[in-house]
């Protein structure tokens, strides 16, 4: 070989390494196309796949051995175009994940470049003018002028520290800016378009039972978010650590060309792993107040545990592996426990407002055996004609105790909420988006255990009142010593509380 030829093969070669080394990606809206060689495909092939987890239950647990597995999910395609020779490979994923993908990208030495060809409507110049009387709480204005700059977002906000004005405030900055926003719960939804209503001139609803479309800002429950036209420039997400589901990220994926932004007080936590797909759909968290500093710029009130022992010579769960039928033994008909949280909630005046929260009807109906002066809310059509007849049979319930409809839970609500009804004993409809502000006392009568119901749920109390002036609020919890497994529970919700940096009294 000849010098001369030697030297064209040599310069060949550093073509193609340096083309191997180049990657570039072209945003189209909410997806990315990512052309790059076989090297830069395989770290992100590895990048964006994650261990989605799996639960098992009942009959699938007992043929399996195992409550859980973990299965492999690929949150992007991957081809190489042979036609015409080997050409570079190419790589499809959702926009959220771009700034993770340029980060690893450029640490394993690829020269990247980014091409953004999204469709612009000129709907993005915001009019400060329009909140001149707004008073912001800490970071609120920062979180405003966040969504501003970026297309994609998530934002850590605990419970009670004003997300609803934020949206509100939003919507009102971008006056020309077609806006929709959802959340999974349908009463949240209705609690946000209440709020924008009472504002903005052009707010309609679609779910819920109503049908109030063809707005410039639109709430939409989860379930109802198909039959929005997805052409809107905006999707706001309340409590979008709920969404990641194949359904709702479906529903979301129709949104093109929407900017997308997300609110939750507990980003990263579920137990299944799925924020990874919220990260693609959404961004990153692009700023986030802990609870802890929430109180300190008195944003919303501390929050103290008080522990209760539960403890009994005998363990009513003892040799039990079904998960229901342990809550069940263990939890929803345990009187001894039940006794001690009817104890616990009679401890406070009867002008304080005391909430128990539950996880289910069954457990709600024998609490309220124990607390007849307590009033039921539960979720319509979740206790079925025979299974009234029999509540009533045990003495859990009257004759005369009033059915439950969406109707009678939304004005259970709202008399909680003005102060007028004082003890409640509630399932999970009131675990979210209710805006207690008076509300000093809860209960958590559940024995649930996972870092958003433990964020969450407790949340209820966090909300400043004018009108009470409190101080600081109080969840009751109990630590469950006669069973290992609900005592193992009790020492994560521990855990968890102390994470949040609220005080613990009583433990131990």
Excluded at 234 to 260: F, K, N, P, Q, S
Excluded at 355 to 370: D, R, Y
């Amino acid at each position: 070989m000849s010098r001369v030829s030697g030297g064209i093969m040599s310069q060949a070669g550093d073509k193609v390494k340096a083309e191997a080394q180049c990657v570039r990606i072209r945003r189209d809206g909410s997806l990315l196309a990512i052309r790059c060689g076989q090297q830069a495909a395989d770290v992100l092939s590895r990048l964006l796949t994650y261990g989605r987890v799996k639960f098992l239950r009942g009959y699938q647990k007992r043929l399996a051995g195992v409550d859980r597995f973990v299965e492999s999910v690929k949150c992007f395609e991957r081809w190489t175009d042979k036609t015409h020779g080997v050409l570079p490979e190419t790589i499809l994923t959702a926009a959220g994940y771009l700034e993770l993908i340029e980060a690893e990208l450029g640490k394993q030495g690829f020269v990247v470049s980014v091409k953004d060809v999204t469709p612009r409507r000129p709907v993005f110049v915001p009019h400060w003018e329009a909140l001149k009387n707004v008073e912001f709480r800490w970071k609120q204005r920062e979180v405003l002028e966040s969504m501003l700059l970026h297309d994609y977002g998530r934002y850590d906000c605990p419970v009670g520290w004003g997300k609803s004005l934020l949206i509100r405030c939003f919507c009102q900055l971008l006056p020309k800016a077609r806006i929709d926003v959802t959340t999974h719960s349908v009463d949240v939804i209705r609690q946000i378009y209440e709020d924008l209503a009472g504002v903005l001139p052009d707010v309609g609803i679609f779910g819920g039972g109503k049908r109030d479309t063809g707005h410039r800002v639109m709430c939409y429950s989860g379930k109802s978010l198909h039959h929005s036209d997805a052409q809107a420039d905006v999707l706001i997400v309340d409590e979008c650590h709920e969404m990641a589901t194949d359904d709702y990220l479906g529903r979301i994926a129709r949104y093109r060309y929407a900017r997308r932004y997300g609110f939750s007080a507990t980003h990263d936590m579920r137990v299944d792993q799925a924020d990874f797909e919220l990260l693609g759909v959404f961004g990153p968290v692009r700023l986030s107040v802990p609870y802890h500093e929430a109180v300190r710029h008195d944003c919303v009130v501390p929050i103290h545990v008080w522990w209760r022992k539960v403890e009994m010579p005998i363990n009513p769960c003892a040799g039990i592996t079904d998960d229901t039928a342990r809550a069940r033994r263990g939890l929803w008909r345990n009187e001894t426990r039940n006794r001690i949280i009817a104890q616990a909630a009679r401890e406070f005046d009867e002008d304080e407002q005391v909430l128990i929260v539950v996880s289910t009807v069954e457990h709600a109906m024998h609490l309220k055996k124990l607390l007849p002066e307590f009033t039921l809310c539960y979720g319509e059509g979740s206790l079925s004609p025979d299974e009234r007849r029999r509540y009533i049979r045990e003495g859990c319930i009257a004759e005369d105790e009033p059915v439950m409809t969406a109707q009678r839970r939304y004005e259970l609500k709202q008399a909680f909420s003005d102060g007028r009804l004082k003890k409640v004993i509630a399932t999970g409809v009131w675990n979210r988006g209710v805006d207690f502000r008076a509300l000093q006392v809860l209960i958590r009568a559940d024995g649930q255990c996972t870092g958003i119901a433990d964020m969450q749920i407790p949340g209820r109390v966090s909300r400043k009142s004018d009108e009470t002036g409190k101080q600081f609020s109080v969840v009751v919890d109990f630590v469950d010593k006669f069973d290992q497994f609900f005592h193992r529970k009790a020492m994560a919700r521990r855990r968890h509380y102390v994470q949040a940096g609220w005080k613990q009294i009583g433990w131990g």
